[in-house]
Every structure is written in structure tokens, then in C-alpha cells.
């Protein structure tokens, strides 16, 4: 499986040289998916492919379905930072007819999560379900980023100032509407070199899984902001 995610790559990206970068199982998303589905026929298998010594790279996933058949054969999905919004829910819908689903409003939810979480690459993220988790989530992103306990701390508490006074509040929502579930979900990205950013994303999924993104909106800051790494304690960082 891991050689058929090679060449695969190696068809979608002529001239790259694959032996430059590295690849490892994502039991975590296999473990996520087994969740989800109740039952499947055929063996699912998520691998990260990406630039060990790009710290900006977050790669891509690649999923592999074996054919349920010896004379069947694999079918490989890619999740790339390239992808739009809609080429990735397309691509996340025909890997989701493979599993046999039994839809309840929970299950709907974990299955928007984990189509944030899997397969839309084009800005690294986290979702996010309170205001506990945000703050943590952004505190521990600066921590990364600065390398320093105290400005770490600083950083976090001015983005948490600004995000309070943005009015901004985590409202994670369902709505059935004819089958369809309607879900709204936070979700913070974590872009290299910029600050954090807290968006609400719109999804549909209906009864058989596929998934469908109605909206996306910034909540804070409302633009990108890139980081300053001078260490000033006197100034408040350029959040609005």
C-alpha cells in the first residue's frame, strides 16, 4: 500500500522526487473512521505524506480501499493542500460510499469533525468545542511558535483580549432539515508564521454520509495576521 501511495504521487506530482520525503500510518484516522462506520467489506488505510524538514509542510493524507476481491483492485484518495473546499468533499463523498452507515445526530457530527480534520488541508487546523479547548489550543500554538514559556503566555492572553472583545462565541449547532443534518463547527487554524485564526464552518451531511460545505466565515481576527517575533512586552499585537 505504502509503494502504491509512492507512485501515485508520483503521477499527480511528475518531476517530484518521493525518496525526499517521508511517510507514516495515520492509525489515528483509521481508529477515527472505525467510530463512524458500522461495518465495511473493505480495508481502509490513511498514510501522511509530507516534507520532513519543511516545518511549514503539513503534507498530505492518502487513503487507500483495497479491493474486496483478489482480483480487485486498490482505490487511492488524495487530500492535498491544493485542494478546494469542493474537490475535497467531492473526493471525501466517494471514499464514504465505501462504508455502511447507520446516521444519528452524534454520528453526523463526528463525521463533519473528521472531514475537517482529514481531508481539508488547505490550512492546518484543529476543530475546536469550547472555549476551554480554544484557549489551550491557541496558547500551545504560541508555545511552538516562540519557544518562550512567558511570551508564549503574553501572546495567548492578547489573542484571548482580542477574541473577547470581537463578541465571537463558540456555537456549535445541529439542525435537521429533511434528512439533512445542518452542522456548524469551530475550527482554529494554525498557518505558520501567522497568528491564530478562529473559523465557523457550515456543513451538510445527509443520510449517507456525503458531506457538503454550505459556508465558511472568519469569527477572529476577521483578516490574516502574521506574527512578530521581536520580543516586545509593551505593545499589543495587530489582532482585529
Not at 509530507?50 to 509542510?57: K, P, V
Not at 455502511?100 to 472531514?115: H, P, V
Request: hydrophobic share 35%; aromatic share 10%.
Amino acid at each position: 500500500m505504502r509503494q502504491a501511495v509512492r507512485q501515485a504521487v508520483e503521477l499527480a506530482h511528475p518531476g517530484t522526487n518521493v525518496d525526499q520525503f517521508s511517510m507514516s500510518d495515520r492509525n489515528d484516522l483509521a481508529e477515527e473512521l472505525s467510530h463512524i462506520a458500522e461495518k465495511t467489506t473493505q480495508r481502509i488505510s490513511f498514510y501522511s505524506f509530507y516534507n520532513a524538514d519543511s516545518s511549514s509542510d503539513e503534507g498530505s493524507v492518502w487513503v487507500v480501499v483495497s479491493g474486496n476481491s483478489p482480483l480487485g483492485s486498490d482505490e487511492l484518495y488524495g487530500f492535498e493542500s491544493s485542494d478546494g473546499v469542493q474537490q475535497s468533499s467531492q473526493k471525501f463523498n466517494r471514499l464514504m460510499s465505501h462504508l455502511a452507515l447507520s446516521m444519528s445526530n452524534e454520528k453526523a457530527t463526528s463525521i463533519a469533525r473528521f472531514f475537517l480534520g482529514c481531508c481539508v488541508r488547505r490550512a492546518p487546523g484543529e476543530t475546536v468545542t469550547d472555549e476551554r479547548d480554544l484557549r489551550h489550543s491557541v496558547e500551545r500554538y504560541y508555545v511552538g511558535i516562540y519557544g518562550d514559556v512567558w511570551r508564549a503566555l503574553e501572546a495567548g492572553s492578547q489573542w484571548w483580549e482580542g477574541y473577547e472583545k470581537s463578541g465571537g462565541r463558540l456555537t456549535p449547532t445541529l439542525v435537521v432539515e429533511g434528512g439533512v443534518r445542518r452542522i456548524t463547527l469551530e475550527r482554529l487554524i494554525l498557518s505558520f508564521g501567522m497568528h491564530p485564526q478562529l473559523q465557523q464552518w457550515h456543513v451538510a451531511v445527509s443520510s449517507d454520509g456525503s458531506v457538503r460545505v454550505l459556508a465558511v466565515q472568519s469569527i477572529f481576527p476577521k483578516q490574516n495576521r502574521w506574527l512578530s517575533y521581536a520580543f516586545r512586552t509593551t505593545l499589543d499585537p495587530q489582532i482585529h
